[in-house]
């Protein structure tokens, strides 16, 4: 079974920096590429970052592009995505995904709240 | 940004067939693929590629469309599948989703 469990979400003050981690299970991580996706509190989906499955190639949205980086340990089976220079607008639930043809298969989410 | 277009709610009665839209701003040719979000649970892929369904989904779920128009049945509808229902492309960068369809059982 695939699983797909997040962590590392919190309050966090603006301007500041928060790492996230995903742990990986249930397949073999290395065979395909991740995302992450956010979702504001009562607000629609926004996809965040994409690693290919060997982590050469990585992709941003605009918003979060310098600010973010999304980066994995096959070894470990493991996505991270650290975060700096959080914003209000930032806050949001973090979804790991698996990607293929979509977002396959979704993690239960961690919260983060940016606020002073 | 490739902008995604659904409308806001539908209210269906159990048993009956219902149809949500998607309308693309450009062409995302076949990649149009939908979720169903429960709430207070994590995004679950029902179609991928327009029309193929995902794995274990009810085949009572089905997909249709190409370029800029999409839509996703349900039939018949379930009291189980009242929910918000989510189009999202992977055609055009960056990948952008629809604002949702939240589906209510009258």
């Known amino acids: 079974e695939v699983q797909l469990v997040e962590s590392g979400g919190g309050l966090v003050q603006p301007g500041r920096s928060m790492k996230l981690s995903c742990a990986a299970s249930g397949f073999t991580f290395s065979n395909y590429g991740m995302a992450w996706v956010r979702q504001a509190p009562t607000k629609g989906l926004e996809w965040v970052a994409t690693i290919s499955y060997d982590g050469s190639s990585t992709y941003y949205r605009d918003s979060v592009k310098g600010r973010f980086t999304i980066s994995r340990d096959n070894a470990k089976s493991t996505l991270y995505l650290q975060m700096n220079s959080l914003r209000s607008e930032d806050t949001a639930t973090y979804y790991c995904?698996?990607?293929?043809?979509?977002?396959?298969?979704w993690g239960q989410g961690t919260l983060v709240t940016v606020s002073s | 940004d490739t902008v995604l277009t659904q409308s806001p709610a539908l209210a269906v009665s159990p048993g009956e067939r219902v149809s949500i839209s998607c309308r693309a701003s450009?062409?995302?040719?076949?990649?149009m693929h939908w979720y169903q979000q429960k709430p207070g649970q994590q995004p679950k892929l029902l179609i991928y590629?327009?029309?193929n369904l995902a794995s274990g989904v009810p085949a009572r779920f089905s997909g249709s469309g190409s370029g800029t128009d999409f839509t996703l049945t349900i039939d018949p509808v379930e009291a189980d599948d009242t929910a918000t229902y989510f189009c999202?492309?992977?055609?055009?960068?960056?990948?952008?989703f629809g604002g949702g369809t939240k589906l209510e059982l009258k």
């Open positions: 450009e062409g995302v040719n076949s990649y």
């Open positions: 995904t698996r990607i293929h043809t979509g977002f396959a298969y």
């Open positions: 999202q492309q992977s055609w055009n960068d960056p990948w952008t």
């Open positions: 590629k327009a029309s």
